[in-house]
């Protein structure tokens, strides 16, 4: 429960191609888009556009994210399972992935990309 998904684009940044989308504050005096007049085409960014405190971090099925790259760190969220879901980081090989899916089933711990680079091998 977001209040903004959408990203604050930088001011002029339709105009000119040297200025990227990334946020960046305007600083000029005269600056419309940072005195916030109506009309200017732009939001400012600013802290009360935060995530409530509860929501910060929460995937859309629930569960907050934790990178597992070992069985070992599987283990850490054996007490966790219904708060926080495991997410198998980017260089573990196919193979340690099978077994951190095998045990995350025994555990019943979620994956969010429990099938990754699993496909491939089962159909050869």
Known sequence: VKKRTKRFIRFQSDRFMRVPESWRRPKGIDCAVRRRFKGSGR???NIGYGTNKKHRFVLPNGFLKFRV???ADLEVLLMHNKK????IG???S???RRDLVARAAELDIKLTNG???LRAEESE
């Open 90 to 92: 980017r260089g573990v």
């Open 43 to 45: 939001l400012m960014a």
């Open 84 to 87: 926080y879901c495991a997410e």
């Open 94 to 96: 196919a193979k340690n």
């Open 115 to 117: 099938a990754a680079r």
């Open 69 to 71: 790259s070992s069985v």
